[in-house]
């Protein structure tokens, strides 16, 4: 792990405005992705654009920098670097943005997915319960479903398995069941409508039982796991040979699908050889036989550190 006075030094660095998004394990990434100074790689999740300023200190002029990010507002921290392409676009387009700007293979992808600190403070945005906005929670503006239309459409049993399922709420069907009773009385349309609708069946602490409410929610919204599902299967065919991808998740369902993808190479289950019961090889080589967490210093100084888990595999 690296020392707090690296972490500090890579830090300052950035230049951008913190209060858009602090890089996670920043000094890990660099390292994890094993930077050739004339690659090519791909920031999956620009966001505030701290990890991606951090690769590109460490290609030369030949190098090229491909970085995605669906949310409108990310542009703005683009560098003006003619080794930067930004794609406005969700990283489950992966393939083929790279193709469309004649990139076929890469050196090394990163995806960070945490929510960026911008998308949270958004009032308007809907991502926090900080604040009473509209619920909304897309981080792709252009796209329709909001978490008002989940709450207006699904059925009480569509409710409960999103909120079993992404949000792991313990009493998933008496909240599904109270949500479907008062949007019959009045619509729900605001972070705080929703939060009187279902103030008497809140367990346990309140700010850990609607964060875990509305992570399920904004995952629904912006099909997260299918995202990372579909961007995790092209990496192997963009990588090339050598190539590493890292991956920081922040909840246990990414965490293991990123885990078991590193394992098998593919979400496919894949049948063992009948005579001698022995499994294909895998296409990727694990480098982090358990994931890197945020050392105590990073902890301190961005507690939203402290659920990351940073995984590393690299293309046989």
Do not use: W
């Amino acid at each position: 792990m690296a020392n707090a006075d690296k972490i500090g030094e890579i830090n300052k660095s950035t230049e951008h405005s913190e209060t858009y998004h602090t890089p996670v394990l920043l000094v890990e990434v660099v390292e994890g992705l094993s930077i050739q100074p004339g690659g090519i790689y791909v920031d999956c999740t620009f966001g505030g654009g701290g990890h991606s300023k951090a690769i590109l200190e460490k290609l030369d002029s030949t190098g090229k920098l491909i970085v995605f990010d669906q949310d409108a507002s990310a542009k703005q921290n683009k560098p003006p670097d003619e080794r930067v392409i930004f794609v406005q676009q969700n990283f489950r387009h992966l393939q083929r943005f790279l193709r469309v700007n004649k990139v076929v293979t890469v050196d090394g992808i990163l995806a960070d997915l945490g929510v960026s600190s911008h998308q949270f403070n958004e009032a308007e945005r809907g991502f926090s319960i900080r604040f009473d906005a509209a619920l909304d929670m897309r981080m792709d503006n252009r796209q329709t479903l909001t978490a008002a239309a989940i709450i207006k459409q699904f059925s009480e049993l569509q409710l409960q398995k999103m909120f079993e399922k992404y949000g792991e709420v313990t009493n998933a069907k008496t909240l599904a069941k109270t949500i479907v009773a008062q949007r019959s009385i009045a619509a729900i349309k605001t972070i705080n409508q929703f939060r009187e609708a279902i103030k008497n069946i809140v367990k346990g602490n309140p700010n850990k039982y609607l964060a875990q409410v509305f992570q399920a929610l904004r995952i629904e919204v912006n099909d997260e796991m299918g995202a990372l599902k579909e961007m995790l299967e092209q990496s192997v065919t963009v990588l090339k040979p050598g190539g590493r991808i890292v991956v920081i998740s922040f909840h246990s369902l990414e965490d293991r699908l990123v885990k078991n993808f590193f394992k098998q190479g593919t979400f496919e289950e894949v049948p063992a050889d009948d005579v001698f019961g022995i499994r294909p090889e895998t296409p990727l080589k694990i480098i982090t036989r358990k994931p890197i967490l945020p050392g105590n210093t990073e902890q301190k100084i961005n507690t939203r550190s402290r659920s990351a888990k940073l995984r590393i595999a690299e293309k046989k």
